[in-house]
C-alpha cells in the first residue's frame, strides 16, 4: 500500500529552527511536495522536489532522498505566523497526490 | 500564478436540502481538477478526480450518487452534495492541475468551502 509518515505535532520557539521529517513509501515517484496550511484556510504551495538534494527558498528549504523514501522540510528563523500544519504529499506514478496527515507546528514565544 | 477560485466560501442549509460548489481556474486552463474533504483537525481526504468532459473517479468509500462532480469545462468544476445531512458538514477543497505550467504535478488550491448542515 501507499504511506506517508509525519510527525503528528512538534513545538519550537520564536527565532529557532525546526525541521520536519517525512517519508514514504509508494506505487511510483513524481516529486515530493510540502504545503502549508492554516486553521480553516485551503493548502498553500511551499515547495517541490523530485530530484535528490536540498531546495532552498528563503527561510524555508526542502530536502529529498529517494533511495531512503525521506524528506524533511527546515523552518529556519521561525515566526508566530509560521504557526500552522504543514504536509507533506507525495506524486505517484499516476501523477495522483498522496497525502501524509499533516504536523502541526505550534511556535511559542 | 495560477489561481483557483470557488464560491461559495461557507454555506449553510438545512438537512435534506442540496448544495452545489463551484471551482473555477481563473487564468489557466485545468483539465484535471480534484475535490477534497476535510473534517476539522484532520488531513486532507481526497473525495475524487474530475476530468474534463468524462466521468469523474471517485475514491473508496465515497458515494458518487451523493457527491455528483461536474467538469464540462476547462475551466470549471461543480461538486454538488445532494440530500446533505449534519455529517457532510466539512471544509470542502478544490484544486486544480495546470498541464501547460511549470510544473506538470503541481496542484493549485480553491480557497476552500466550509458546509454546515443543520
Known amino acids: 500500500g501507499q504511506n506517508i509518515d509525519q510527525p503528528t505535532e512538534m513545538t519550537a520557539t520564536e527565532g529557532a529552527i525546526v525541521q520536519i521529517n517525512c517519508t514514504y513509501q509508494?506505487?511510483?515517484?513524481?516529486?515530493l511536495f510540502w504545503y502549508q496550511q492554516h486553521a480553516g484556510e485551503a493548502p498553500t504551495f511551499l515547495s517541490y522536489?523530485?530530484l535528490d538534494g536540498l531546495e532552498e527558498k528563503g527561510r524555508f528549504s526542502s530536502f529529498l532522498s529517494r533511495s531512503k523514501g525521506y524528506s524533511y522540510l527546515l523552518l529556519k528563523e521561525l515566526q508566530m505566523k509560521d504557526s500552522a500544519s504543514y504536509l507533506c504529499a507525495v506524486s505517484d506514478s499516476n501523477y495522483q497526490l498522496i497525502w501524509g496527515a499533516g504536523t502541526k507546528l505550534i511556535i511559542k514565544p | 500564478g495560477a489561481v483557483v477560485s470557488q464560491h461559495p466560501s461557507w454555506v449553510i442549509c438545512k438537512s435534506g436540502t442540496s448544495v452545489k460548489i463551484e471551482c473555477r481556474s481563473l487564468d489557466f486552463q485545468a483539465t484535471t481538477m480534484f475535490w477534497y474533504r476535510q473534517f476539522p483537525k484532520q488531513s486532507l481526504m481526497l473525495m475524487a478526480t474530475s476530468n474534463e468532459g468524462s466521468k469523474a473517479t471517485y475514491e473508496q468509500g465515497v458515494e458518487k450518487d451523493k457527491f455528483l462532480i461536474n467538469h464540462a469545462s476547462l475551466t470549471l468544476s461543480t461538486l454538488t452534495v445532494t440530500s446533505a445531512h449534519p455529517e457532510d458538514s466539512s471544509f470542502y477543497i478544490c484544486?486544480?492541475?495546470?498541464?501547460?505550467?511549470?510544473?506538470?504535478?503541481?496542484?493549485?488550491f480553491g480557497p476552500g468551502t466550509r458546509l454546515t448542515v443543520l
Open positions: 522536489n523530485v
Open positions: 484544486s486544480a492541475r495546470d498541464l501547460e505550467g511549470a510544473s506538470y504535478n503541481e496542484q493549485f
Open positions: 509508494t506505487s511510483g515517484f513524481n516529486g
